[in-house]
């Protein structure tokens, strides 16, 4: 079984930063990945980011390159999103997610089986 564990979310003023966490157990796929995924009041769930738990590869939403960065700690499991530059509009319940088959397409949330239990990220303005 797999367990997927969110921290870091809080209220933050627009322009500041927060560092998310994710942490993984459990039986994961090499060929997976983490994503991050958020969902706002009335809105879909959207992708934000995501990176594979092999190699370098990362992915981002075009309304979050180049203020958020992801990055990973082979060694704890862990994926963080580091979050600058923060609008109003990122204000959101943010999940992380990962999988123990294959991921195909990173930015599907079609592509993830475990789920974290989201943290809530508020930016003020």
């Known amino acids: 079984q797999v367990r997927v564990v969110e921290s870091g979310g809080g209220l933050v003023q627009v322009g500041g930063s927060l560092r998310l966490s994710c942490a993984a157990s459990?039986?994961?796929?090499?060929?997976?990945?983490m994503g991050w995924f958020r969902q706002a009041p009335g809105k879909e769930r959207e992708f934000v980011t995501a990176?594979?738990?092999?190699?370098?590869?990362?992915y981002y939403a075009d309304s979050v390159k180049g203020r958020f960065t992801i990055s990973r700690d082979d060694a704890k499991n862990t994926v963080y999103l580091q979050m600058n530059s923060l609008k109003p509009e990122d204000t959101a319940v943010y999940y992380c997610a990962t999988s123990s088959w294959v991921v195909i397409n990173p930015l599907a949330w079609s592509s993830y089986n475990y789920w974290g239990q989201g943290t809530q990220v508020t930016v003020s303005s």
């Open positions: 459990g039986r994961i796929g090499s060929s997976s990945a």
């Open positions: 990176i594979r738990w092999t190699g370098a590869d990362t």
